[in-house]
């Protein structure tokens, strides 16, 4: 038992509590959008719900083995229900399209402004 307490404490020393938080929200947002884009019978949200997926998968760790994943889906799966499926996709989505907007600011800023026009005689 001792071990286990050691092995535990090393766990989230290596990982981080915030990191596994972050991975499990992460699993969570993969299941439900995963479950949207093969039920969803709405082309627009069936999109939506294939890019989450994708999305969710990259945040990930990429030094996760298989089995790791697989309990870290397995866990999560426990913690989803039909109540909690659709908020809980609404909240995966909306992280997404904050860092949409994100990006389409960056975009705006980026821009140069309106060269003004030249006068004559100057």
Same mark, same amino acid.
């Given at each position: %038992?001792? #071990? &286990?307490?050691?092995?535990?404490?090393?766990? &989230?020393?290596?990982?981080?509590?915030? =990191? *596994? !938080?972050?991975? *499990?929200?992460? *699993?969570?947002?993969?299941? @439900?959008?995963? !479950?949207?884009?093969?039920?969803?019978?709405? +082309?627009?949200?069936?999109?939506? !719900?294939?890019?989450?997926?994708?999305?969710?998968?990259?945040?990930?760790?990429?030094? %996760?083995?298989?089995?790791? &994943?697989? +309990?870290? &889906?397995?866990?999560?799966?426990k913690?989803?229900?039909?109540?909690? #499926?659709?908020?809980? %996709?609404?909240?995966? =989505?909306? !992280?997404?399209q904050?860092? @949409?907007? %994100?990006?389409?600011?960056?975009? +705006? $800023? $980026?821009k140069?402004?309106? #060269?003004?026009?030249?006068?004559?005689?100057?």
């Open positions: %038992m001792k #071990a &286990l307490g050691t092995l535990t404490a090393i766990a &989230l020393f290596t990982t981080g509590g915030a =990191a *596994a !938080a972050q991975t *499990a929200s992460d *699993a969570q947002c993969i299941i @439900v959008s995963n !479950a949207y884009a093969s039920q969803a019978k709405d +082309a627009e949200a069936k999109k939506i !719900a294939e890019a989450s997926v994708y999305f969710y998968l990259g945040r990930i760790s990429n030094t %996760m083995t298989v089995a790791q &994943l697989k +309990a870290l &889906l397995d866990a999560q799966t913690t989803l229900t039909q109540a909690n #499926a659709g908020p809980t %996709m609404g909240k995966c =989505a909306a !992280a997404i904050a860092k @949409v907007e %994100m990006l389409k600011s960056l975009s +705006a $800023a $980026a140069p402004a309106p #060269a003004k026009p030249a006068q004559p005689g100057r």
